[in-house]
């Protein structure tokens, strides 16, 4: 009975845990993508992201709305949403996956946690496993998410027209960063 009685408190106390942790969020997120080719670097600046980070148990979202990158070139943000993105048939790109080192981040502590992102990224429909890594910083009201890492085109269906080869790199680098805050 007393083991019955212990069993049903430790299973409360998980049940309270896991409700009681408010989840950080944003909508105002930024990711950027960098291309560096010979003849010309493209850049291009998204501040419309939202993203969810549950401190428990680690677990990470993103969604971003392909139309919201801006470029410094009209041209360049036409060219693409409509030939390389196709904005119009995948309008969102998301990454859903967790901070696997979670337990490491002490969100009543202020100070900057190394982390590890593994999950999936999918743009233009395909999906791909990433692990990367990068840091969360907790700050007094926030939790801001950094990390940077490299893609290839190629591995989302992004093609390349030779005409325009060496304007365009193959791969591009990411930044993202979020400054999160409980919901």
Do not use: C, W
């Not at 401190?55 to 990158?69: A, C, K």
Request: hydrophobic share 40%; no cysteine.
């Amino acid at each position: 009975m007393k083991k019955n009685q212990m069993l049903i408190a430790f299973l409360l106390l998980l049940m309270s845990t896991s409700l009681m942790a408010q989840p950080y969020i944003t909508r105002n997120g930024y990711i950027r993508f960098y291309s560096e080719a010979p003849l010309e670097n493209i850049e291009a600046v998204n501040r419309q992201v939202n993203s969810a980070l549950n401190p428990t148990t680690g677990e990470f979202v993103f969604r971003v709305l392909m139309r919201s990158f801006n470029f410094e070139k009209a041209l360049m943000q036409e060219h693409f949403n409509e030939n390389y993105v196709e904005s119009h048939k995948y309008p969102n790109a998301s990454f859903q996956g967790k901070v696997v080192n979670i337990s490491e981040v002490n969100f009543s502590e202020p100070g900057v946690y190394n982390v590890k992102v593994e999950g999936s990224l999918t743009i233009k429909d395909v999906t791909r496993e990433v692990l990367e890594t990068g840091t969360i910083e907790v700050k007094a009201d926030e939790v801001i998410g950094k990390s940077v890492f490299i893609i290839k085109l190629a591995d989302y269906n992004i093609s390349i027209p030779s005409a325009v080869a060496n304007n365009i790199s193959e791969t591009i680098e990411i930044t993202v960063e979020v400054a999160l805050k409980k919901s």
